[in-house]
């Protein structure tokens, strides 16, 4: 019995200590007060602010002070706020969509003067620069395998698309052999819009779309943005009951707009934006701290689909979150010295 005792007494000296060392270690990097950038490309729509979120509760969290840069889709003027920051002599870079020819260069220049960078959603093209991911591949076979489950093999589909953007290449490259398995799927018309208002913008062109092609029945949009104008366009033509839309990432609104009685939007593919703003701050904190970061770190994404929304009544984000359990947190590059901060 006192073998017994004295076991559990240095077990819990031993779990004390470790917990001590951990949060020493918390200690000692918020010590020393690293102030990050965060520059991104796009702000359009619920998933940039969400993501947007992540990165500033996982930054306070950690100690790190932030600072935002929002180039709002103008690709000039991200490249141009990167140039500032590498001069403003920031620790750590966090870079959030874009394009690679804009930023690779200037990204080169600031791991060469010691600044830490992580990208989100964007190649930089660099081995030092570890690219954080939601797993864009599965995303688009999951929005698509749903589109076979509800529609058969053999559908006209209407596709949008903005290639040069690496989440939207990756889902293409999907559905460009998803095409190839299903040869009674036909793509027949492509189109697609980064200019603001996106929604907007995409709708007329959809509009257009429709009236020169009324045998589509499905519309792919990997994107929530591109499907919002999808949906417009389906609702101003009446056409609820005959085409079918299937997306990527989800917000609150796009909840919404799913729920709608004879919503056309019947399925999406997500991670939950926030965690990826979480991933992406801890992947930036591990390198300044001197821990190894893979090259590419990706996390899971949920079918979320318009049935699972109405049985569950999920009416946004914070039920979708409660409800759904693989959509509410993630362990991604979560080390134990980080979790002692929450």
Do not use: C
């Not at 949008?160 to 398995?181: C, N, Q, S, T």
């Amino acid at each position: 019995m006192k073998k017994l005792l004295s076991g559990l007494v240095f077990s819990a000296f031993a779990m004390g200590s470790l917990n001590t060392v951990i949060a020493s270690e918390l200690s000692d990097f918020q010590n020393q007060k690293f102030k990050i950038a965060h520059v991104r490309y796009l702000s359009q729509g619920d998933f940039p602010e969400q993501y947007l979120n992540g990165v500033k509760k996982q930054s306070q969290s950690l100690g790190m002070k932030l600072d935002v840069y929002d180039a709002r889709q103008d690709a000039a003027l991200q490249r141009n706020q990167l140039e500032q920051v590498i001069m403003k002599g920031y620790d750590g870079i966090i870079l959030q969509h874009g394009f690679t020819d804009s930023l690779k260069d200037l990204a080169e220049i600031a791991v060469k003067n010691g600044i830490k960078v992580v990208a989100f959603d964007v190649n930089a093209e660099n081995p030092n620069i570890p690219q954080i991911n939601q797993d864009d591949h599965e995303i688009a076979r999951l929005s698509l395998s749903q589109a076979v489950k509800d529609n058969g093999d053999s559908w006209k589909v209407a596709y949008v698309y903005v290639p040069g953007i690496p989440p939207l290449d990756r889902r293409d490259e999907v559905f460009a052999k998803f095409k190839e398995k299903y040869p009674n799927i036909k793509e027949i018309a492509r189109f697609g819009t980064m200019n603001n208002p996106i929604p907007n913008q995409v709708a007329d062109q959809a509009a257009a779309v429709f009236r020169a092609n009324p045998d589509i029945t499905v519309a792919f949009s990997p994107y929530d943005e591109f499907a919002k104008g999808i949906k417009i366009a389906v609702d101003e033509a009446g056409l609820g009951n005959k085409v079918r839309i299937y997306s990527a990432d989800i917000s609150n609104s796009d909840i919404q707009a799913m729920r709608e009685p004879n919503s056309a939007w019947v399925a999406t593919v997500a991670t939950n934006p926030a965690i990826m703003g979480e991933v992406s701050v801890r992947a930036l904190a591990k390198l300044l701290k001197g821990e190894f970061v893979e090259a590419q770190v990706t996390v899971p994404p949920v079918l979320i689909t318009q049935e699972i929304l109405n049985k569950s009544n999920i009416k946004n984000i914070n039920e979708l979150i409660e409800k759904i359990p693989e959509f509410k947190s993630s362990d991604v590059l979560l080390e134990d010295w980080m979790i002692s901060s929450n």
